[in-house]
Nanobody, 115 residues
Framework: QVQLVESGGGSVQAGGSLRLSCAAI????????MDWFRQAPGKQRDLVAS???????NYADSIEGRFTISRDNTKNTMYLQMNGLQPEDTAVYYC?????????WGEGTLVTVSS
């Protein structure tokens, strides 16, 4: 069983920055690919960025160049550095992790960007 706990959300003005964290808790031997998703009010949940255990990354076109995904395998923690935030980035951000073929989700952390 894997528990994912997100943190770092909050309210910022346009142009500001936030750093989200996702900590995986449990007796873990090796987490697989980890992802950040986001869901804006009334919209579907969309993939923001992914990172493999080896550090290969993938980004949605809408955030490329502004957000950076990273992970620390020794801490079983993933990060999302978000710069140049815009009102359209307002959403609940969720992390997801793969562990031996099963996908686990966090509860989400709210990011609100005001203009």
């Amino acid at each position: 069983q894997v528990q994912l706990v997100e943190s770092g959300g909050g309210s910022v003005q346009a142009g500001g920055s936030l750093r989200l964290s996702c900590a995986a808790i449990g007796r873990l031997s090796s987490l697989g690919t980890m992802d950040w998703f986001r869901q804006a009010p009334g919209k579907q949940r969309d993939l923001v960025a992914s990172i493999t255990r080896g550090g290969s990354t993938n980004y949605a076109d809408s955030i490329e160049g502004r957000f950076t995904i990273s992970r620390d395998n020794t801490k079983n923690t993933m990060y999302l550095q978000m710069n140049g935030l815009q009102p359209e980035d307002t959403a609940v951000y969720y992390c997801r992790a793969a562990y031996y073929g099963t996908l686990y989700w966090g509860e989400g952390t709210l990011v609100t960007v005001s203009s």
